[in-house]
């Protein structure tokens, strides 16, 4: 699965191809046994993550926060959120109708292998 994931990075962000630093795969597990597979990709000092969870894809862009990572997808839009500090991470969904955001998996884990 990380590889699918590796592979949705290369796919998702063709126009940051010439531009790719590092990508890192990275496997999480969250509550209720859930596997969330990241692929972190840093590049020209613009962070993004591509998030593989419940069937979907994401492509999401790093913004500031007071603590962590929060990543997300264009302003205004329904989408995925991911939020990472340390090894610890959640992901959740913020719906841009009512202007709010619900956590769907807490509690996220970095696997390290």
């Known amino acids: 699965m990380i590889r699918y994931c590796l592979m949705a990075a290369a796919l ?7 531009a790719i630093a590092d ?10 046994n859930v ?7 840093n590049s020209d000092g613009a962070p993004q993550v591509v ?23 264009p302003p205004v839009e329904d989408g995925y959120v991911w939020w990472t500090q340390g090894d610890d991470a959640m992901l959740g969904w913020f719906d841009a109708d009512l202007a709010e955001e619900v956590t769907l998996f807490m509690n996220c884990k970095q696997i390290r292998k």
């Open 23 to 32: 990508i890192e795969a990275v496997e999480y597990r969250c509550e209720r």
């Open 51 to 73: 998030v593989m969870a419940e069937g979907n894809v994401a492509v999401l862009r790093a913004v500031p926060t007071a603590s962590g990572v929060r990543y997300q997808g």
């Open 12 to 18: 998702a962000l063709p126009q940051m191809a010439h």
């Open 35 to 41: 596997k969330i597979d990241v692929a972190y990709v």
